[in-house]
């Protein structure tokens, strides 16, 4: 299986940060990289499939870069909406496999 | 626009059966997409059930790969999730979602169910 890492698993940020979530795979998975937004007692929601896709009606302040086995999801300036956990997952193969989260509050 | 909705008993007892189905609307279930079942134990992170194509073709997670079947059920447009002899570790929010391919082979789940909280206690 293929372990997925994320990194922090928390942060505190203010609104108009920047801010950085790094995934890491535990081997090479070229850009099959997915990052998922949840927030509380919702279903996860997709940001960004194939490492840097944006998907259709996410807002362009989030990016996503990376390639092989280290992936990073940007927040160019953080909104009150987008305080949530994050999650990136590989769809390289079975087992499809989520990172741990990293769950952004509010500073 | 397609929407996944689920539905399925809400308690289930230890060492029964966990029966869970997803509605798809707006779009058809033969569609060529994958259709996927991942769970969140309260609290925690997400894990990958397992998908199931239109053809029949299906992908388990290993760790439960044994307790697991995944069927679609075309005439009524939806797909269902079974998983036997369960535990408290089953408890848990069940999604279904819509595995789309993207592009070159990249697959994301583009399409979620809000999600069924099922919890396992006698």
């Known amino acids: 299986d293929i372990q997925m890492t994320q990194s922090p698993s928390s942060l505190s940020a203010s609104v108009g940060d920047r801010v950085t979530i790094t995934c890491r795979a535990s081997q090479s998975i070229s850009d099959y990289l997915n990052w998922y937004q949840q927030k509380p007692g919702k279903a996860p929601n997709l940001l960004i499939y194939?490492?840097?896709s944006l998907q259709s009606g996410v807002p362009s302040r989030f990016s996503g870069s990376g390639s092989g086995t280290d992936f990073t999801l940007t927040i160019s300036s953080l909104q009150p909406e987008d305080f949530a956990t994050y999650y990136c997952?590989?769809?390289?193969?079975?087992?499809?496999?989520f990172g741990q989260g990293t769950k952004v509050e509010i500073k | 626009q397609v929407q996944l909705q689920e539905s399925g008993p809400g308690l289930v007892k230890p060492s029964g059966t966990l029966s869970l189905t997803c509605a798809v609307s707006g779009g058809s279930i033969s569609s060529p997409n994958w259709w996927s079942w991942i769970r969140q134990p309260p609290g925690k992170g997400l894990e990958w059930i397992g998908d199931?194509?239109?053809?029949?073709?299906?992908n388990y997670n290993p760790s439960l790969k044994s307790r697991v079947t995944i069927s679609v059920d075309k005439s009524k447009n939806q797909f269902s999730l079974k998983l036997s002899s369960v535990t408290a570790a089953d408890t848990a929010v069940y999604y279904c979602?819509?595995?789309?391919?993207?592009?070159?082979?990249?697959?994301?789940?583009?399409?979620w169910g809000k999600g069924t909280t099922v919890t396992v206690s006698s």
């Open positions: 194939g490492a840097s």
């Open positions: 979602a819509r595995l789309s391919t993207m592009f070159r082979g990249v697959t994301s789940m583009d399409v």
């Open positions: 199931i194509f239109l053809g029949g073709s299906t």
């Open positions: 997952q590989q769809s390289y193969s079975t087992p499809r496999t």
